[in-house]
């Protein structure tokens, strides 16, 4: 297995950014040992693979007989998350991604010497996963942190069940709504208070969707014939960034805006500004305040077919 440094050398990342993604990276590896590795020549399948974080990783250890096969559904310019990026500027968090596209991101992956190991595919998983494969295809199908982005977990069932027959083995990780730590508390809240404006809103470009809970994921994953023989946590504690910068979206004035112009009834915009006061709170007994804030622990599962 490479270095995070290493890896994070071959991606497209601003220059102020690198520290971040060299952390990012050294996630998506502690993931893969957690659950249990990818063998050389393995030929796998990620879904939601985004601008590339967990690709190259993959790509590092399937080796030169390996391949692997990176799905999203993002357009060739996504590079920028719902909120604008003159408000990520003025909240101080950077913007995952911006200022390069997905295009831009893949492309450069693809000039690196992993590129001839990876296949970039841009279709929602549903159009590009088969129905009813006779044969597994893939030796691992990995969804690295990317549930919360499905629209629904109607949508979620649905590909589990064409990945159960498609792959031998099914790899998830995804935050897992504990925090093993207080400072990580305010994260959650902050998952929660975004999920109740962006299930009222029809039709959502947030990176929070859909929240679902490991114990939902399980549920879904058994009703289409997947069986759970692994699972575990990983604590990020403060090398990731992530809790944070929800932290910082939610506290936003612009977030209370879009509530405003989102949601009508009362009851519901209660809920939503209650969450978020009480992420506020959370945040009070976090040493350091804001900046002391960390990620939530992430939940790590494999899965066979039954």
Avoid at 68 to 74: C, E, G, I, L
Avoid at 199 to 208: F, L, T, W
Wanted: charged share 20%; proline share 6%.
């Amino acid at each position: 297995m490479s270095s995070a440094d290493d890896l994070a050398s071959l991606l497209l990342v601003p220059e102020n950014g690198s520290n971040s993604q060299v952390a990012q990276i050294a996630h998506r590896q502690e993931l893969i040992v957690k659950w249990g590795g990818i063998p050389p020549g393995a030929k796998v399948l990620e879904l939601g693979c985004g601008q590339g974080d967990c690709t190259i990783v993959i790509a590092d250890l399937v080796g030169e007989n390996g391949s692997v096969d990176a799905v999203d559904p993002a357009p060739p310019d996504y590079g920028k998350p719902w909120r604008s990026l003159k408000w990520a500027q003025l909240s101080n968090i950077r913007i995952l991604g911006s200022p390069f596209t997905v295009e831009q991101a893949q492309r450069h992956i693809s000039s690196s010497r992993f590129g001839s190991r990876i296949t970039w595919i841009r279709a929602h998983p549903l159009e590009f996963l088969p129905e009813g494969s006779a044969e597994p295809k893939y030796d691992i199908g990995i969804l690295a942190h990317c549930l919360w982005y499905f629209s629904s977990p109607s949508i979620i069932t649905s590909t589990l069940q064409r990945l159960s027959s498609l792959c031998k083995r099914i790899y998830i990780a995804e935050w897992s709504l504990y925090s093993s730590t207080p400072a990580a508390h305010p994260h959650v809240l902050s998952a929660l208070t975004q999920a109740s404006l962006e299930c009222r809103k029809p039709e959502s470009v947030s990176n929070v969707r859909t929240v679902i809970s490991p114990a939902a994921i399980k549920v879904l994953a058994e009703q289409v014939g997947l069986k759970l023989i692994k699972e575990g946590h990983v604590s990020p504690g403060g090398y990731l960034l992530d809790g944070k910068w929800e932290v910082a979206a939610v506290s936003n004035a612009e977030f209370i805006k879009e509530v405003e112009e989102n949601v009508v009834n009362e009851r519901e915009k209660a809920v939503i500004f209650a969450l978020r006061d009480a992420m506020l709170r959370s945040i009070e007994a976090v040493e350091g305040g804001r900046k002391g804030v960390q990620s939530m622990d992430v939940w790590c599962s494999v899965f066979i077919n039954l």
